[in-house]
């Protein structure tokens, strides 16, 4: 199998999303890209990238959410690295078939309308991974 195409981004979980929007473009130079409200995960999503490198910061919008239990255990900070992969489905079939744990086995709507997935940290040295395949434009499933 060959390796993920590249960091796609990395998630940090924030308790004032606008406050840290204001921080990484205002004080480091980041481009914001938007904003987005992802409703099955609970948290509202400001994406910014400064040459190459993506940041997810996510802010959640109910106690339930899981960024909320996150922030609630260990503090604002560093919530998951995401890799790029052409297909996630055989990403994790292949990554199962290993033994290494899996939060979904069979991946799910992110942001962007990507398809998405996590591995447990338990399986990865005490990381949140994530896997994303893009969606497919309009233009690119006509072909």
């Known amino acids: 199998m060959k ?4 960091i796609e981004h990395i998630g940090i979980a924030v308790t004032d999303l606008n406050q840290s929007v204001e921080f990484y473009t205002n004080f480091l130079g980041f481009k ?4 987005e ?3 099955s995960e609970k948290v509202r999503v400001a994406f910014l990238e400064i040459g190459e490198t993506r940041l997810e910061l996510l802010e959640a919008t109910s106690s339930d959410s899981p960024i909320n239990h996150f922030i609630e255990k260990r503090g604002e900070g560093i919530h998951h690295i995401a890799f790029q992969v052409d297909n996630v489905v055989e990403r994790l079939n ?3 078939e290993q033994g290494i744990k899996l939060i979904h086995e ?8 990507n398809l998405v997935a996590f591995l447990n940290p338990k399986s990865t040295n005490g990381v949140l991974l994530e896997f994303c395949q ?6 690119e499933e006509n072909h």
């Open 32 to 35: 914001l890209l938007g904003f």
């Open 106 to 113: 069979i991946p799910k709507e992110g942001a962007h309308g």
């Open 134 to 139: 893009p969606r497919l434009t309009d233009n």
């Open 3 to 6: 390796p993920p195409k590249q």
């Open 94 to 96: 292949f990554l199962k």
């Open 37 to 39: 409200h992802i409703e």
